[in-house]
């Protein structure tokens, strides 16, 4: 089942205004209280902060968490530790064949974050128009931390602004013609309104402009994922960028 991390055009940020660091996760804390905001997926978080006139006193739950807490302390990882990679891209792209082919062929471990929230309940709630959960940001980045800390993992999942961009050394956008697209997601028997928020989405390269907006340009690559030539292609370019990052 596809967990979203908002649906249709919009992305929720938790702000937690916090007293201290350690008060960040004490439920009940008084110095702990969340807020939310809905905003257009064009505009990053940083900028958001930009625009409160009191952004240090607040930590965003779901993004790059060094951003409006320099005091906090990064993921260490291994300096002879594998890469992690994300594989992202609109709901029926085939981000999963992807997934599942590299990391049989890369011994990488693969991470579905849509079967990880369903498997450990990191679900908001249930929107009812579009028809799935709603992700809880928050318990999927404390759960995924460590498990990224010791590298060689690809993670898959259908947006990308809130994953720390020091998690990753490459990001993939997979893309497909739109035609391909809207019959795939026909056949998952999507809704009407989900079905088009989804297409509204690949057409406009959502998910690409996201990436290009929480990442480094030269760890962003385009993948077009339509025809078995295509799987190939795909498959070849990212096996490539790994060769390329082990003469490094």
């Given at each position: ?59 965003i ?41 590299l ?26 128009e ?119």
């Amino acid at each position: 089942m596809e967990i979203r991390a908002y649906p249709g055009w919009q992305t929720s940020l938790t702000l937690t205004r916090v007293g201290s660091l350690g008060d960040r996760h004490e439920s009940g804390s008084s110095s702990c209280q969340k807020y939310r905001y809905k905003i257009n997926n064009n505009l990053s978080a940083r900028a958001l902060t930009a625009h409160l006139t009191t952004a240090e006193e607040f930590c965003i739950i779901g993004t790059p968490r060094v951003a409006c807490n320099p005091s906090e302390s990064n993921m260490e990882q291994s300096p002879n530790a594998e890469p992690n990679i994300l594989i992202t891209g609109t709901p029926g792209v085939g981000k999963s064949y992807l997934c599942e082919r590299l990391a049989e062929q890369l011994k990488f471990k693969w991470l579905d974050c849509s079967k990880i929230a369903k498997d450990n309940d990191f679900v908001e709630e249930f929107d009812v128009e579009y028809d799935c959960p709603i992700l809880d940001e928050e318990k999927l980045l404390d759960h995924l931390e460590p498990i990224m800390a010791k590298g060689g993992n690809i993670l898959e999942y259908h947006g990308c602004d809130f994953f720390p961009e020091r998690w990753f050394e490459a990001v993939f956008v997979v893309t497909c013609p739109n035609t391909t697209l809207f019959d795939r997601l026909k056949a998952r028997q999507y809704n009407e309104k989900k079905l088009r928020s989804n297409i509204e989405c690949e057409i406009f390269a959502t998910i690409l402009d996201e990436a290009y907006d929480s990442y480094k340009a030269d760890k962003v690559f385009k993948l077009t994922n339509d025809t078995k030539a295509d799987v190939d292609t795909c498959l070849k370019t990212v096996k490539n960028w790994y060769r390329m990052y082990k003469r490094k």
